[in-house]
Structures are given as structure tokens and as C-alpha cells.
């Protein structure tokens, strides 16, 4: 399993790139994953159904299953919020993982910039970013591609990403 992180300020377009490069990976005969952080509280529940039921009554977890998929909802209480290297242990193995998000983290990352979010770069203070996907016009020593550039990005991804064992040993300050 490769790992490599989508990084950048809220509105420069990251779900967007995803929606569009994901289709691009899978052509290829790719297995891709993604891990979303999300700033705020979510649920993927809606209130009164059987498994939010569960979880109001005091269920760590529920694993809802159907034909189609299934999902496992932690609940997490009064636990603190996972870090990364926890949560890409829980995933099945892929060919890429794409993690969006988690910019604090320590993972190889692309960071996605848009000049009309009127944003300083990521990139050069957080040195896990390893390439750039941008519409400014900029010089940088990084792998580089312009937003509406899908091939590209893709062919950058795969080039960027990083083994599961060390992206793990990144995130768990052993390296």
C-alpha cells in the first residue's frame, strides 16, 4: 500500500481534484482509498434509523452491512480524535491510499493551492509537502502541475506516494 496526503487551505479545491483524479487512478487498474479529515463534528447517520439508535443507547461501535457495502461507526466519547497512522492501520489493503487533509501531520503530501483563496503557501515551511498542484505562476524546487491537469497530478501521486511501513514510521516520529 502507497500512501500520499492532499494538503491546503479550506477552498483550494481538494475534493474536487479528488473527485476528478480518483476516476483517472482507477483506469489504470488501481485499488484507491481515501481518508478525509473533517474540521467539525459529522455524522453519517441519520437519527432514528436502527444504527443510530445503537450508538444513542452506548455502542462503542456499529458495523452496518448490506449487499453493497458496509460501514463501522466509532463513537468516539470521551477519547481522543485518532492520528493518522491509527486510522490507515483500520483500512483494507489498496494499491494508493490518498489521505485529504491532516496537514499537521507527518505523511508525504501535494499540496493544492488556488491563488483566488488569496493563501500563503504550505510549502517550503512544512517540508513533508513533496510537490505542488497550483495555478500561480511560481518558481519551486518541487514535482509541480496545474490544477486542471489530471494526468498529471495523477502521474504525480503514484510518483510521490510512500510505502504504508514508512509513512507509518513518519507519522510515529521514528524517522
Known amino acids: 500500500m502507497q500512501i500520499i496526503g492532499l494538503a491546503g487551505w479550506s ?3 481538494k475534493t474536487t ?4 483524479v480518483i476516476p483517472e487512478l482507477v483506469a489504470q487498474s488501481l485499488k484507491v482509498s481515501t481518508v ?3 474540521h467539525h463534528a459529522f455524522d453519517v447517520d441519520r437519527p432514528g434509523k436502527d444504527s443510530w439508535r445503537h450508538r444513542q443507547a452506548g455502542a462503542s461501535e456499529v458495523l452496518i452491512a448490506s449487499s453493497k457495502r ?3 461507526m466509532h463513537e468516539l466519547r470521551d477519547e481522543d480524535e485518532p492520528k493518522l497512522a491509527q486510522l490507515l492501520a483500520r483500512l483494507s489493503p489498496v494499491d494508493l491510499v ?7 501531520e507527518r505523511h508525504a503530501k501535494i499540496e493544492v493551492h488556488r491563488t483566488a483563496n488569496e493563501k500563503p503557501f504550505l510549502y517550503p515551511d512544512d517540508p513533508q509537502i ?10 519551486v524546487d518541487l514535482p509541480r502541475a496545474q490544477l486542471d491537469d489530471i494526468p498529471a497530478i495523477a502521474i504525480m501521486m503514484l510518483a510521490l506516494a510512500i510505502p ?7 507519522l510515529t516520529g521514528e524517522v
Request: glycine share 10%; proline share 0%.
Open 11 to 13: 477552498g483550494a479545491g
Open 17 to 20: 481534484l479528488l473527485a476528478r
Open 36 to 38: 478525509k479529515h473533517a
Open 70 to 72: 458496509f460501514a463501522l
Open 98 to 104: 490518498i489521505v485529504e487533509g491532516f496537514k499537521s
Open 130 to 139: 513533496a510537490g505542488l498542484v497550483t495555478d500561480a505562476a511560481c518558481n
Open 164 to 170: 504504508l511501513a514508512d509513512a507509518l514510521r513518519r
